[in-house]
């Protein structure tokens, strides 16, 4: 099942959602509106020469800490800005 990142045109909020198939109606879970437009998502892809060593203790996250002390908004965020 795709997982969405989604604009909703009624609030303007900013999510990702999981849907059955690529023609369900993507669902706001801020108001429930159906008015929503599909984001481009970014992809992520492990290559180089530190492909192997991910993760580890030198490792940052998005906002420049180590994963366990970023306080991201969730996967294609960062520092909790979406889009």
């Known amino acids: ?5 989604i604009v ?10 999981l849907a ?3 023609n369900d109606p993507l669902t706001c879970p801020g108001c429930g509106s ?7 998502s970014t992809t992520s ?5 530190n492909a192997k060593d991910v993760p580890g ?5 998005c906002c420049g800490s180590t994963p366990s ?3 991201c908004a969730g996967p294609g965020s960062c520092c909790g ?3």
């Not at 203790?57 to 996250?61: G, I, S």
Request: proline residues 5%; contains cysteine; hydrophobic residues 25%.
């Open 1 to 5: 099942m795709p997982i969405y990142d």
């Open 8 to 17: 909703c045109r009624s609030c303007g909020k900013n999510s990702e959602v």
């Open 20 to 22: 059955i198939s690529s």
């Open 34 to 40: 159906t008015l929503t437009n599909r984001l481009m």
């Open 45 to 49: 892809s492990l290559t180089g020469r």
């Open 57 to 61: 203790p030198k490792d940052t996250a």
């Open 69 to 71: 002390q970023a306080h």
């Open 81 to 83: 800005k979406m889009g």
